[in-house]
């Protein structure tokens, strides 16, 4: 995969996530921010730091980013989420816009 393919995702704890592009332009913020014209450092450098999102966090919003490519046909699948990430995913999903 081509670096100008991928994007860089950085947890609080400075944890790089390395997620091809269509995954990410699942979110609705990120696909705005790595797609906006002008000198921006996330269009320019290809990643985003969340220093609110903690990596586990993070983790589950890019598994769910290629969960919702492979089943964005409509074929109904559960998307498991741990019980004591609920809250700061449900936070995560909110301001990313998924």
């Not at 492979?70 to 998307?79: I, V, W």
């Not at 741990?82 to 995560?92: F, R, S």
Request: hydrophobic content about 40%; proline content about 3%; some cysteine.
């Amino acid at each position: 995969m081509r670096k100008e393919d991928t994007v860089k995702l950085i947890s609080a704890e400075g944890f790089e996530f390395v997620i091809d592009k269509k995954a990410a332009s699942v979110s609705n913020t990120l696909r705005n921010m790595l797609s906006s014209s002008g000198s921006f450092t996330e269009t320019q450098l290809g990643e985003v730091k969340f220093p609110e999102i903690s990596t586990p966090v993070l983790e589950k919003v890019c598994q769910y980013f290629y969960w919702s490519l492979q089943f964005a046909s409509g074929k109904e699948t559960e998307f498991y989420i741990e019980p004591e990430i609920t809250l700061e995913l449900m936070m995560a999903a909110n301001y990313l816009h998924t």
